[in-house]
């Protein structure tokens, strides 16, 4: 099992950007797919980007060309580049791998933009 940890979030005003990361405790190569998604008050859970082993990447329509996930497999790492923030993208932001062994979840990290 893999423990993942989220950093990065914070306060920003809309049209700002942040960098979260997903630190991962042991070697993510052979893990099939690493992603992101956030949970709003009040809201289910919503996946947002994933990325594979490969590095094939896909996005929710929401984040679609604002977002970019990328991962860094020789320092454990996922991170997910977030541009143009708008109010409605406040939430926390969950970092998770998925694999064979079953789906591993971060702590999550909030996420706040202001108008």
């Known amino acids: 099992q893999v423990q993942l940890v989220e950093s990065g979030g914070g306060l920003v005003q809309a049209g700002g950007s942040l960098r979260l990361s997903c630190a991962a405790s042991r070697n993510i190569f052979m893990i099939n797919y690493m992603g992101w998604s956030r949970q709003a008050p009040v809201s289910q859970r919503e996946f947002l980007a994933s990325i594979s082993r490969d590095g094939v990447t896909n996005y929710a329509d929401s984040v679609k060309g604002r977002f970019t996930i990328s991962r860094d497999n020789a320092n454990n790492t996922v991170y997910l580049q977030t541009n143009s923030l708008k109010p409605e993208d406040t939430a926390i932001y969950y970092c998770?791998?998925?694999?064979?062994?079953?789906?591993?979840w971060g702590q999550g990290t909030q996420v706040t933009v202001s108008s």
């Open positions: 998770y791998s998925a694999g064979p062994q079953g789906v591993n």
